[in-house]
């Protein structure tokens, strides 16, 4: 049994890095388990425990002590040193920053994978006026392998370099057994991490104080406690029927996207929308800015008006809150389009990576690179 390891700083109940990113590499570890021996790495954080029984083994860098920012830069730099004493036959490396790529892949003969779970260069400059693009292409350059989950981040990946190989897998997600009837549901939602730039959360609120939505608008999430501060403060600013739910996950995760009526994911910068594909799983339609890495959606299970235009969003939101008719038409296209994403389909795909990495390596080693034994 070939031994396969995935790195990603982050975990479910990592209140700082805890997100979607998280989420994919559990679900692709378990998936991958079927057939391997996995073996994932993941940075120590305040209270963090043990997992519940798991088909994988979690191994924890000590670097929570360092706190959430300072203890993922030492996570990215201590991989090097994970990857020589972790015995393994392939190594996946999840990617979630221009800074994140490590030197993995210079530390051990055996195959590297970057899977890329988002890029942000395009994001941090727009932000920060920083050349973050260069220092991105520079890290994505030691991979000669590369998973993507949108064809706009492969096509950036993949120009003007002929020796990367780059795949398409889209996340995937759990199916309901039971979702409720079409159309129905109490509440419109917004699920995600509390970023109130990132995330359009001020576009968001903006859009609702312009709709009025009869239905009330619930916001789920947590982030940092500047970004915290700044939420509540425009929501108390917003003439609307808005209210914060904070962090939840597990039973109430469900419970709030079983009783939506629609989600939005009113984004400035987005790489999958991993929440807009929960929500669809429930049979819940999506309405979302027209951003290109959003296009997966579709025209029949998810409403895309132009980038960043707040009246268009509004009208959008209005409209689907009140015609159940239409919800019900969009939310039995986004319950299709959520099957076509089962994790039993998209796992399939990654064995498939997988099994293709060892076996063109099979047999072979680089010159002057160690094989960590341990």
């Known amino acids: 049994m070939s031994r396969v390891v995935i790195s990603c700083y ?24 079927r057939k391997h021996e996995v073996v994932v790495v993941s940075g120590s ?40 004493r972790i015995r393994h036959d392939l190594w996946i490396e999840s990617v979630t920053s221009p800074f994140s790529a490590s030197f993995v892949p210079f530390v051990t003969a055996q195959p590297v994978v970057a899977l890329v779970q988002t890029l942000t260069a395009e994001d941090m400059t727009r932000r920060y006026t920083i050349p973050s693009g260069f220092i991105e292409r520079q890290g994505l350059a030691r991979y000669q392998r590369v998973i993507v989950s949108n064809e706009a981040d492969g096509d950036l990946i993949t120009r003007g370099r002929r020796d990367v190989s780059c795949t398409v897998i ?3 997600v759990d199916l309901p057994d039971e979702p409720p009837p079409p159309g129905a549901g109490q509440h419109i939602l917004f699920l995600g991490r509390i970023d109130v730039d990132q995330k359009g959360l001020d576009l968001l609120l903006a859009a609702v104080a312009l709709a009025k939505p009869e239905l009330p608008v619930l916001v789920a999430g947590a982030g940092r406690p500047t970004e915290e501060r700044k939420l509540v403060g425009l929501i108390e600013q917003t003439r609307g029927p808005v209210a914060r739910i904070g962090h939840v996950s597990g039973p ?6 079983r009783d939506c009526a629609f989600m939005v994911l009113p984004s400035r910068y987005e790489t999958f929308g991993l929440s807009a594909l929960e929500a669809m799983a429930w049979g819940k339609p999506v309405v979302h800015f027209n951003l290109p890495r959003l296009q997966w959606m579709g025209d029949e299970a998810a409403i895309g008006v132009p980038a ?3 009246e268009s969003l509004a009208a959008a939101i209005r409209g689907l809150a009140t015609d159940d008719v239409q919800r019900a038409s969009m939310g039995r296209a986004a319950r299709g389009t959520a099957e076509r994403h089962s994790w039993t389909d998209i796992g399939e795909r990654y064995l498939d ?21 341990a």
């Open 10 to 33: 982050g975990r479910e109940d990592n209140p700082h890095y805890g997100g979607g990113g998280a989420v994919v590499v559990r679900e692709v570890a378990r998936c991958l388990s």
């Open 45 to 84: 954080f305040a209270g963090c425990r043990p997992e519940p029984a798991e088909p994988f083994q979690r191994i924890y860098l000590p670097v929570g002590w360092a706190g959430p920012r300072a203890g993922k830069l030492l996570f990215d730099l201590r991989l090097a040193q994970a990857a020589r």
């Open 170 to 172: 889209p996340h995937g």
């Open 252 to 257: 109430a995760k469900d419970a709030l996207l």
């Open 308 to 310: 960043l235009d707040v």
């Open 353 to 373: 990576i997988v099994d293709t990495c060892l076996r063109v390596t099979a047999g072979h080693h680089r010159p002057g690179m160690p094989t960590a034994q």
